[in-house]
């Protein structure tokens, strides 16, 4: 199985800050990775896919990045909505797997 | 707009089954892939199992395999997941998604395998 490890695990973070939240796969994913959003109590929500492209209707200041086994989320401009818990994906091979999850937390 | 409706879980003992159903509307299920995602408590997503279009072909991650069933009928829009056999570690919420890359979701459905 490909082993998705996330870093860091927690982050506490201003609003306005910009933050990066990066993503490793144990093998060449090329660009099958996504980036989701998750709020306590909610279900997930899709902020990315194929690597780089905004789901519809999130906000601009969401960017992904990468190729091949290295990938980051960047949050250019943090806003008080986007404290929350992320998380990469990839659909490269089965079985898919998550990387274990970034909990951005509020300074 | 994609809209998932989940439906089904509850509290199970080990070794029983259940069976979740998901209601999809918004968009054209027939020519979707579709997922199921759990969710242990405080923990994170794991993927665990997707269905082609017309259902020819499934694919689970491992410690489901040969428990759980993912089947579709597209003349209702809806998805199902056969579990059997289930565990307490099969203890999560349990979501539907649209497509094998996860673009729409439910909002869950909790199952509980408790004695």
């Known amino acids: 199985d490909i082993q998705m490890t996330q870093s860091p695990s927690s982050l506490s973070a201003s609003v306005g800050d910009k933050v990066t939240i990066t993503c490793r796969a144990s093998q060449d994913i090329r660009n099958d990775l996504g980036w989701f959003q998750q709020k306590p109590g909610k279900a997930p929500k899709r902020l990315i896919y194929?690597?780089?492209t905004l789901h519809s209707g999130v906000p601009s200041r969401f960017s992904g990045s990468g190729s091949g086994t290295e990938f980051t989320l960047t949050i250019s401009s943090l806003q008080p909505e986007d404290f929350a818990t992320y998380y990469c994906?990839?659909?490269?091979?089965?079985?898919?797997?998550f990387g274990q999850g970034t909990n951005l937390e509020i300074k | 707009e994609v809209q998932l409706v989940e439906s089904g879980g509850g509290l199970v003992q080990p070794g029983g089954p259940l069976r979740l159903s998901c209601a999809a509307s918004?968009?054209?299920?027939?020519?979707?892939?579709m997922s199921w995602v759990r969710q242990a408590p405080g923990k994170g997503l794991e993927w665990v199992a997707n269905?082609?279009?017309?259902?020819?072909?499934?694919n689970y991650v491992d410690s489901v395999k040969g428990r759980f069933t993912i089947s579709r009928d597209n003349a209702k829009n809806s998805l199902d997941l056969q579990m059997s056999s289930l565990r307490v570690e099969d203890t999560a919420v349990y979501y539907c998604?649209?497509?094998?890359?996860?673009?729409?979701w439910g909002q869950g459905t909790p199952v509980t395998v408790s004695s």
């Open positions: 269905i082609n279009e017309d259902g020819s072909k499934k």
């Open positions: 994906l990839q659909h490269r091979t089965y079985p898919y797997t």
């Open positions: 918004g968009f054209p299920f027939s020519t979707y892939w």
């Open positions: 998604a649209s497509r094998a890359w996860l673009e729409g």
């Open positions: 194929a690597t780089s």
